[in-house]
């Protein structure tokens, strides 16, 4: 059964801690990505792989840190340093094509992350 | 920059109604492609159809279509028939050719609400 998952789904921090997110997929796809979705908005994307380790910053990278060690896992660290956590992750996968042009992207079940 | 609004915020229509959602994208790219993704209440995003800049075709699947007018920068979603299983939110998405379409920036999404 092909697919992403994300794990916790609902995940609980202290102020001043960082947790991490996990984000598998099995599809053997390239690319993977993290976006953050906060209350009646749309995502936005925070960090994104194209390779095994190599990854590039999104448009709200700052508190979150990644890695990509193995092709089928891309997990997400929040950090102290980001000021308001508390918000919905997505992560994401697609495959790239022949003419290194990248399909559409699929998505895990979501991590709930909540700072208390 | 790519942007893409979406705004109707929420709609709300009684089953067996037709609804069209409304996307307007910006981009300065000539290579681009559109998505469209839905959002039950589970929170995972499923993928529902993906339009490359080149092909203005209109394409029909079952009780949705999708009318893709580069002219306007539009790019509607059309339910015909509503049924109770359509309420979610729906976004519309956009990735630029110059990043291999890696990229995705999505709408604020419009919810869609169903009634019996």
């Known amino acids: 059964d092909g697919g992403i998952t994300q794990s916790p789904k609902y995940l609980f921090r202290k102020e001043g801690q960082n947790v991490t997110l996990s984000c598998e997929q099995n599809?053997?796809?390239?690319?993977m990505y993290w976006y953050r979705q906060d209350p009646g908005q749309g995502l936005r994307l925070i960090y994104y792989?194209?390779?095994?380790?190599?990854?590039q910053k999104g448009d709200i990278a700052e508190g979150y840190s990644v890695s990509r060690e193995k092709k089928e896992s891309f997990p997400l660290t929040v950090t102290s340093a980001q000021k308001n956590p508390t918000a919905f992750y997505l992560c994401?996968?697609?495959?790239?094509?022949?003419?290194?042009?990248?399909?559409?992207?699929?998505f895990g079940p979501g991590t709930r992350l909540t700072v208390l | 920059a790519q942007k893409v609004t979406q705004a109707q915020t929420e709609i709300s229509v009684v089953e067996k109604e037709d609804v069209t959602l409304d996307c307007v994208y910006e981009?300065?790219?000539?290579?681009?492609?559109l998505f469209w993704y839905k959002q039950p209440p589970s929170g995972e995003l499923v993928f529902l159809i993906r339009?490359?800049?080149?092909?203005?075709q209109n394409e029909i699947s079952g009780r949705y279509s999708w009318n893709f007018q580069k002219s306007t920068s539009s790019f509607n979603f059309t339910i015909t028939a509503s049924q109770v299983v359509d309420s979610a939110v729906y976004f519309c998405?956009?990735?630029?050719?110059?990043?291999?379409?890696?990229?995705?920036?999505f709408g604020e999404g419009t919810q869609l609400t169903v009634n019996p």
């Open positions: 792989s194209q390779i095994v380790n190599d990854f």
């Open positions: 994401a996968s697609s495959s790239r094509t022949a003419a290194n042009r990248y399909n559409e992207q699929f």
């Open positions: 339009r490359n800049s080149f092909d203005e």
């Open positions: 599809l053997n796809h390239d690319a």
């Open positions: 981009t300065r790219d000539t290579t681009y492609y």
């Open positions: 998405a956009l990735s630029e050719g110059r990043t291999s379409g890696s990229r995705l920036t």
